[in-house]
């Protein structure tokens, strides 16, 4: 049986796992029989720990991406959405290691507006203070099961939730120490069924091509920022810089000016109850809100109006 299951795959590792130089890329149907099995299961901790050492040294391709994302999709509960309005989905992965964590800070913008926000993750990195503790800590909701989510509502969903198997994955970096494919899966994936906006974001720039590339393949909307330490709210000491897509093409976005105004320096090293303390004063109007949120939320609301009414 054991040896099965490493062989499972093995013929993927052979093509993927000759170095950065020699690796060859899998096709988008290759990458989707790839990542079920691996999904499903179906191989040994042995090759499922070389499988992501070895897309860690080669790279992910946008065609491998868009395969990865067909067999994640095929499997995960999803979350359903019956209205019109578009669920905004923000992707929490990284959670804070040093910065204010204000992702639920965005949610709670958009649900101001008048838009549901479903936020999606899970804690890879103990030494992270992660989105959920936050969310816990403001009293909004988590998801137990897949269920539609009220007008305005914002509602954390746990990977191992919509996918246990993806949350394997993901919980390799804790015995390897390194991320594979899965991490950046899970901020390109849509975990809702029916209208949705996702939020993407990056942490270097040369992930912003191909995460763009792979939004494009998959004809999805979606906004891609280099986020708060990978988080996908932007980051409130600097001009947010947003790709914006409507069916995988290009939309024009509200870019901010090369020199913005001074931003309130804000506390570094946050607890969740301080970080919720902290997003509660700025959402009752005693402290400022981060411009660059500002300007996000104002660019994700447009899209989802347009959204809306097409």
């Known amino acids: 049986m054991f040896d099965n299951m490493v062989m499972a795959i093995s013929h993927f ?21 790839l990542m079920a099995q691996v999904l499903d299961g179906a191989v040994s901790d042995l090759a499922l720990g070389a499988f992501c050492v070895a897309m860690r040294i080669k790279g992910e391709t946008p065609e491998e991406m868009a395969g990865f994302l067909d067999a994640t999709h095929e499997r995960l509960q999803r979350i359903p959405n019956p209205s019109s309005k578009p669920v905004v989905v923000l992707p929490s992965y990284n959670g804070s290691r040093r910065l204010p964590l204000l992702t639920p800070l965005l949610a709670l913008l958009l649900a101001r507006e008048g838009w549901s926000v479903l936020i999606h993750g899970g804690n890879t990195e103990d030494q992270r203070l992660a989105t959920s503790d ?30 246990p198997g993806l949350w394997r994955l993901l919980e390799v970096r804790r015995s390897v120490g390194l991320r594979n494919p899965g991490h950046s899966l899970v901020k390109l994936m849509n975990p809702i069924d029916g209208p949705s906006l996702r939020v993407a974001s990056y942490t270097h720039p040369e992930y912003a091509v191909s995460m763009q590339d792979t939004l494009t393949l998959l004809k999805a909307h979606a906004m891609l920022l280099r986020g708060t330490e990978g988080e996908p709210v932007a980051d409130y000491r600097r001009a947010p810089q947003m790709r914006c897509l409507l069916g995988g093409q290009p939309v024009p976005a509200a870019q901010a000016e090369a020199t913005m105004p001074e931003q309130t320096p804000l506390p570094t090293g946050l607890d969740a109850r301080a970080s919720a303390a902290l997003i509660e004063d ?10 660059p949120v500002q300007m996000q939320v104002t660019q994700l609301c447009a899209m989802a109006q347009q959204l809306s009414a097409s």
Do not use: D, W, Y
């Open 134 to 163: 936050v969310m816990q800590a403001l009293g909004l909701s988590v998801l137990a099961t897949p269920r539609a989510l009220a007008h305005a509502e914002v509602a954390f969903a746990p990977t191992a939730l919509l996918c």
């Open 282 to 291: 700025m959402l009752q109007g005693r402290l400022p809100l981060p411009l």
């Open 13 to 33: 590792i052979r093509e993927i796992g000759r170095g950065k130089e020699g690796a060859r890329h899998l096709s988008r149907s290759q990458a989707h029989e």
